[in-house]
């Protein structure tokens, strides 16, 4: 297994689409960034931003991570990990 280390913070919940097909979501409270260590088979993509994340009761949530895109690609790309 590999894992990945970032700080971030809980942003959302998406818990799938209602009866109208509108997704279902909620916020999480804004909180401190704090330092997680990641699988990284949960990890289903990052942008600028965000970090999203597979979790159980096929939900995903979003997580705010401190630094940018660049940073992560060449952390992963210096893992081998990463294709461009």
């Known amino acids: ?6 700080r971030i ?3 959302k919940v998406f818990h799938g689409y209602d009866s109208d097909r509108k997704i ?3 916020e999480l409270p804004n909180q ?3 330092e997680k260590v990641i ?9 600028e931003n965000y970090i999203f994340i597979e979790c159980p009761h096929n939900t995903v949530q979003t997580w705010e991570y401190e630094g940018g895109l660049a940073d992560i690609k060449g ?3 210096e893992a ?3 294709i461009d």
């Open 39 to 47: 699988k990284i088979d949960r990890i289903l993509s990052f942008t």
């Open 75 to 77: 952390r992963l790309r």
């Open 24 to 26: 279902v979501t909620d």
């Open 80 to 82: 081998g990990m990463l």
């Open 1 to 6: 297994m590999k894992y990945i280390t970032a």
């Open 32 to 34: 401190e960034f704090v």
């Open 9 to 11: 913070r809980p942003e």
